[in-house]
């Protein structure tokens, strides 16, 4: 989550989609700094009602297949976290800023995360501890509430105001084995903020988001978890689970609106999540779903409906809703097809259905919404399909970049002058940017960067082997080791360590060419890995925080 601050502008656009938590009091949102700034400057800020759709920006990776943004500012700069390579699969956090983005690094760890950004540059994450980075690249370890010497615990940080208050969980300093909801500054350190319910109970308490009243949400555990909202003078109060028995709060807008998600009645079989907003006048409202609500004989565990995840000063809600339970070809677990949403004036609407239809993009989830209608968040970009962050920044209904009398909303090719809007294969983009103009190649992809789209490009992965004749097409390996002689290539072939379970693991590593002795020991080393992780349990394994639905 972002640090939530100086959200005043109103967003452009008719439809709206995204999902967040809001909590507080119902009042009109009033400018803020950044859209007084823009006034002062010159810059038109565009009336709501001219936003029509958004331009896709791909933020790219350092170096791996795979990335998420987490947050943004409202300066336009964006932290997450992206695989480093494609062989390790290792994540470490990471700031974007104007087409650039820097590897954060680690601190106590293998890998990082970074979950919120404030208007000052200041970014916060972790790396087994909570981490700040500051705008001068400093680093500070904001430590653990129990004051652990040996780096042996861990803490998480999710959030960041424009005071520099930061919230997170880490276990507490009884080491019970229970976890509790934090607040830092620099003045106090890491500081408890306490539990719902009984005070011997079972504690499980998680402060994900700050505003710049310094009031806090997140959820705690009474049973099942509840959301909250906690100020220094009130403690913490419970939200409540609207009709269901579970609930958690995302985010907080500085207007004090709170937004989540709640879990369906246990009559359901505790599956499925709704997209909630709160607030002080009406409570917890359902903010709906794109068509698909919960309910029948779906068959599935952990299905979600939807989720909100961010909220601005202007009420519009970011988030991930469920459009289909069956995944046609890139599935995360087999369950369900996410789409991202954008909620406004009581409407959601899927932020797919307002991006150029030729993309070749799938906004899966929208995490963070800034104060002039940016949008970040993760979705699959095909070609081969991958999952990438993404920035969405606003096109005003009279937009036109490239000067040439259309309208970005409407041009083909938004950057390039081509007032004919030729487009020799119909695939959506003009001649004038298509990587293969007179060969549909939808979603541009480009495999191995040549500028040549991989539709009429014979050799995809660049390797010197042609597609027809190579056994990893989009995996460069000019030597076609195939080890096995099951004619994929060792280069794209996932090694399944036996008796091990999940997913194949080490992709890139010929596990054929190990030999017997070497089979054994690559399955003894699977069995180890596998029972360090259970014996770590729960919440020790992997004290990097990446985000699941």
């Not at 109103?10 to 709206?16: E, F, I």
């Not at 943004?69 to 470490?92: C, E, F, M, P, R």
């Not at 950004?117 to 970014?123: A, C, E, M, T, Y």
Request: some cysteine; glycine content about 14%; aromatic content about 8%.
């Amino acid at each position: 989550m972002t640090s939530k601050t100086v959200r005043a502008e109103s967003h452009n656009g008719t439809a709206s989609t995204g999902g967040a938590r809001i909590g507080g009091r119902c009042c009109e949102a009033r400018p803020g700094p950044v859209a007084a700034m823009l006034v002062v400057l010159g810059v038109a800020v565009p009336p709501a009602a001219a936003q029509r759709s958004y331009r896709v920006t791909d933020l790219g990776t350092l170096g791996g297949n795979v990335s998420q943004a987490q947050a943004v500012n409202d300066l336009g700069q964006v932290v997450g976290w992206s695989t480093i390579d494609t062989g390790t699969g290792l994540k470490h956090a990471f700031r974007w800023e104007n087409g650039v983005m820097t590897d954060l690094g680690t601190y106590r760890d293998w890998e990082s995360g970074a979950f919120g950004i404030n208007n000052s540059g200041q970014v916060v994450g972790n790396s087994r501890h909570a981490l700040l980075w500051n705008g001068d690249g400093g680093i500070v370890d904001l430590g653990v509430l129990h004051g652990d010497a040996k780096y042996t615990m861990w803490s998480l940080a999710y959030d960041i105001n424009e005071a520099g208050q930061v919230v997170g969980d880490s276990p507490s300093a009884a080491l019970d084995g229970s976890d509790h909801g934090y607040i830092w500054d620099r003045e106090h350190g890491m500081v408890s903020i306490g539990k719902l319910g009984d005070p011997g109970a079972y504690d499980h308490t998680v402060a994900h988001a700050i505003n710049d009243a310094g009031q806090v949400v997140g959820w705690s555990y009474v049973g099942p978890a509840h959301a909250f909202l906690w100020d220094a003078a009130s403690g913490m109060v419970d939200l409540g689970t609207f009709t269901g028995w579970a609930s958690f709060a995302y985010d907080i807008n500085n207007l004090g609106q709170v937004v989540g998600a709640y879990n369906s009645n246990s009559a359901m079989n505790n599956r499925g999540q709704l997209a909630f907003r709160w607030d002080a006048a009406n409570g917890m409202i359902d903010l709906g779903t794109l068509g698909l609500s919960f309910g029948g004989t779906l068959g599935v565990d952990e299905f979600v409906s939807s989720a909100a995840r961010a909220i601005n000063d202007q009420g519009d809600v970011v988030g991930t809703a469920t459009t289909s339970i069956v995944s046609p070809e890139f599935d995360y677990g087999g369950k369900d097809v996410l789409h991202a949403f954008l909620w406004r004036s009581g409407v959601m609407t899927d932020l797919n259905d307002l991006i150029f239809a030729g993309s070749g993009w799938t906004l899966e989830v929208a995490t963070d919404i800034n104060s002039i209608g940016q949008i970040v968040g993760w979705g699959i970009r095909t070609g081969p399909p991958r999952q990438r962050a993404f920035l969405l920044t606003p096109i005003a209904a009279g937009d036109d970049t490239d000067a040439d009398g259309v309208l970005d909303v409407m041009d083909n090719c938004p950057n390039d002058v081509n007032s004919d809007q030729t487009d020799t294969d119909g695939d959506g983009a003009g001649d004038l940017c298509d990587n293969c103009p007179s060969v549909a190649n939808t979603g541009q992809s480009d495999t191995d960067g040549d500028q040549l789209g991989d539709a009429c490009d014979d050799d995809d992965d660049n390797d010197g082997v042609p597609d027809g004749s190579d056994n990893c097409p989009l995996v460069a390996n000019a030597d076609q080791a195939d080890c096995d002689g099951d004619g994929q290539g060792d280069a794209c072939e996932p090694l399944q360590v036996p008796w091990m379970p999940g997913p194949p693991v080490l992709p890139t590593l010929p596990f054929c060419g190990l030999g017997l002795i070497g089979m054994v020991a690559m399955s003894c080393l699977g069995l180890t890995l596998l029972r360090l992780t259970e014996k770590r349990g729960r919440p020790q394994k992997n004290k990097i925080h990446f985000w699941r639905l």
